[in-house]
């Protein structure tokens, strides 16, 4: 037998019916196309950006902290 004629799946022990095969092949194969994917750097995209929550965050890069306190009413309105 050669390496094309050889089945690629081969049942040793058992005897499953037509679903489990099915089953079976159905999961090799997502396994097989999320390698790919991964290999080929096809991954999950990234959340859109109404969707990401790290724009919740509030950072400090390149702006001043508003003050807080007595007065802040005042320098809210002001341009930081």
């Given at each position: 037998?050669t390496?094309?004629?050889?089945?690629f799946?081969q049942?040793?022990?058992?005897?499953p019916?037509?679903e489990?095969?099915?089953?079976?092949?159905a999961?090799?194969t997502?396994?097989?196309?999320?390698?790919?994917a991964a290999?080929?750097g096809?991954g999950?995209?990234?959340?859109?950006r109404?969707?990401?929550?790290?724009?919740?965050?509030?950072?400090?890069a390149?702006?001043a902290?508003?003050?807080?306190?007595?007065?802040?009413?005042?320098?809210s309105a002001?341009p930081?």
């Amino acid at each position: 037998m050669t390496a094309e004629a050889k089945p690629f799946l081969q049942v040793v022990r058992g005897d499953p019916t037509a679903e489990e095969v099915a089953a079976l092949v159905a999961v090799l194969t997502a396994r097989a196309a999320a390698a790919a994917a991964a290999r080929d750097g096809g991954g999950p995209a990234r959340p859109s950006r109404w969707a990401d929550r790290s724009r919740l965050v509030r950072g400090t890069a390149g702006r001043a902290l508003r003050p807080s306190g007595p007065g802040a009413w005042r320098a809210s309105a002001l341009p930081g």
